[in-house]
């Protein structure tokens, strides 16, 4: 269950990235045109578009790093399982 929540998240995480960035760049290249141009209105929607995108990739890293930290815990725990099973199975006693 677990495997399959984690391939969900690593999913919808790389598909939020690439999103965001891609909306953060065509805002702020628009917003630049739109400044450029001396269109006010559009040049003041673009740059809100491009910072909503620059937001949502903040957040998006910091829950990465919790789902990450979390996944990088549980590969411990089984690590330190798989180590303690191995060393139980080889200790030999005379």
């Known amino acids: ?14 598909a939020v990235t690439s999103l965001s960035s891609k909306t953060a760049m065509v805002g702020g290249s628009v917003g630049f045109v739109a400044w450029f141009a001396s269109l006010d209105w559009i040049a003041i929607v673009s740059i809100c578009v491009a910072v909503v995108g620059g937001v949502i990739s903040v957040c998006n890293f910091f829950v990465n790093l919790k789902y990450q930290r979390q996944k990088n815990k549980r590969e411990q725990e089984i690590h330190e399982l798989t180590k303690r099973k191995l060393e139980g199975d080889c200790n030999v006693k005379k």
């Open 1 to 14: 269950m677990s495997e399959n929540s984690s391939v969900v998240v690593e999913t919808a995480s790389a």
